[in-house]
Nanobody
Framework: QMQLVESGGGLVQPGGSLRLSCTSS????????VGWFRQAPGKEREGLSF????????TYQDSVKGRFTISRDNAKNTVYLQMNNLNFEDTAIYYC????????????????????WGQGIQVTVSS
């Protein structure tokens, strides 16, 4: 069984940065594609960024392209989401998710693609 835990959230001013981490306990993240999602108050959960099991392939949604960077360190069993130039609309609960992936793909972009989820972590952008 895989358990995912997010960390690194918190309160940040507009224009600031945060780095979220997603660490797996139990099963290794090797050969698992990972995605970051978020859910803002009153809105549906949306996919943000996705990374293949090797890290060679990444995908970003337009809302975060150029501001967010996804990466992974399989030796540390961790996937990161570097978030720069944050704005009020980035306030949400952020989730990481993982799925088995024999192929080195990063195009798993919807919730139903994923088998394992973290509990979520709050990111608040406020002045």
């Amino acid at each position: 069984q895989m358990q995912l835990v997010e960390s690194g959230g918190g309160l940040v001013q507009p224009g600031g940065s945060l780095r979220l981490s997603c660490t797996s306990s139990g099963l290794s993240l090797d050969y698992h594609a990972v995605g970051w999602f978020r859910q803002a108050p009153g809105k549906e959960r949306e996919g943000l960024s996705f990374i293949s099991h090797s890290g060679a392939s990444t995908t970003y949604q337009d809302s975060v392209k150029g501001r967010f960077t996804i990466s992974r360190d399989n030796a540390k069993n961790t996937v990161y989401l570097q978030m720069n130039n944050l704005n009020f609309e980035d306030t949400a609960i952020y989730y990481c998710a993982a799925r088995d992936s024999a192929g080195d793909y990063s195009d798993y972009e919807v919730e139903s693609d994923y088998d394992y989820w973290g509990q979520g972590i709050q990111v608040t952008v406020s002045s």
